[in-house]
């Protein structure tokens, strides 16, 4: 088992940026592919950023490319987020999630067995 936690989420206004933090705990010995995702009012979820166990190799939504930096300190057991830049239509609660065993991008919900409760992220213009 592993449990996340997010934090970081508030209120931002437009071109302001926010850090969000998910930290693990549990299962955190094993290694464990890392991602964030977010879920807008009345819209599914939606891939935002991915990352490797390693953190060498990163994957971003084209949404938020060149905006959003996915980051990880395995000896924290912490993912980050850190939204720069950011638009209203950034606006939702975001989720990390983790695949224990996985060491690759995954970028796909469907991918992931553990997710955190969400963090309300809101921008406005």
Do not use: H
Request: charged share 15%.
């Amino acid at each position: 088992q592993v449990q996340l936690v997010e934090s970081g989420g508030g209120l931002a206004q437009t071109g302001g940026s926010l850090r969000l933090s998910c930290a693990a705990s549990g299962r955190t010995s094993d290694t464990f592919a890392m991602g964030w995702f977010r879920q807008a009012p009345g819209k599914e979820r939606e891939f935002v950023a991915a990352i490797t166990w390693s953190g060498g190799r990163l994957f971003y939504s084209d949404s938020v490319k060149g905006r959003f930096t996915i980051s990880r300190d395995n000896a924290k057991n912490t993912l980050y987020l850190q939204m720069n830049s950011l638009k209203p239509e950034d606006t939702a609660v975001y989720y990390c999630a983790a695949r224990v065993g996985y060491t690759s991008v995954l970028v796909t919900t469907s991918r992931y067995n553990y997710w955190g409760q969400g963090t309300q992220v809101t921008v406005s213009s």
